[in-house]
């Protein structure tokens, strides 16, 4: 999860799954270049971005993906 820990630029938090870092590019100490995808509520990737952010504010979390079957059984039920 992705907080104003790791970067300003995320005053709401965002959950993503990162690639790999870029190790190509010469962050300021203590930052990083990161490869990732965006992950909705389910744990699907919605968007790949490059992220510049301090590792050391980035925190794991676990998200149980939840099939697509299940999902639409969930709303037919409604």
Known sequence: MLTRAASPQFSQPIVVRVIRELVERQPYDGWAWVDCYVLDRH?????KRQLFVR????RP???RPVPYAERHRA???R
Do not use: S
């Not at 744990?43 to 968007?47: H, L, N, Q, V």
């Not at 590792?55 to 980035?58: A, F, H, I, V, Y």
């Open 43 to 47: 744990g699907d990737a919605t968007e």
């Open 55 to 58: 590792p050391d504010g980035m």
């Open 61 to 63: 979390v676990q998200i």
């Open 75 to 77: 709303k037919v039920g």
